[in-house]
């Protein structure tokens, strides 16, 4: 069974920058694609950035330009680094396969805190 810790939330100020990150245990990661997902207050978790097992990235439009998804996959982990970070960046981070697996395992999450 997968498991996945994400790290690297926090508070920071508009404009400013975090990077998370994800460590998935198992060996089998590096055929995964990879994403990050992200649940704000009252909304549904919605996919935010991927990355393929060979590394190409796709971004949901409210993030492409700011955010960047690499992975390591000598160290079974994903990244995110997140530039001028808006309040609306505000949320709880997850990363997972894409898609998710059956029955659906998440990690505790990452807080993302954007002030204005």
């Known amino acids: 069974q997968v498991q996945l810790v994400e790290s690297g939330g926090g508070l920071v100020q508009a404009g400013g920058s975090l990077r998370l990150s994800c460590r998935a245990s198992g060996s089998i990661f590096k055929f995964y694609a990879m994403g990050w997902y992200r649940q704000a207050p009252g909304k549904q978790r919605d996919l935010v950035a991927r990355?393929?097992?060979?590394?190409?990235?796709n971004y949901v439009d409210s993030v492409k330009g700011r955010f960047t998804i690499s992975r390591d996959n000598s160290k079974n982990t994903v990244y995110l680094q997140m530039n001028s970070l808006k309040p609306d960046d505000t949320a709880v981070y997850f990363c997972?396969?894409?898609?998710?697996?059956?029955?659906?395992?998440w990690g505790q999450g990452t807080q993302v805190t954007v002030s204005s």
């Open positions: 997972n396969s894409v898609p998710v697996a059956t029955p659906p395992r």
């Open positions: 990355i393929d097992s060979g590394g190409l990235a």
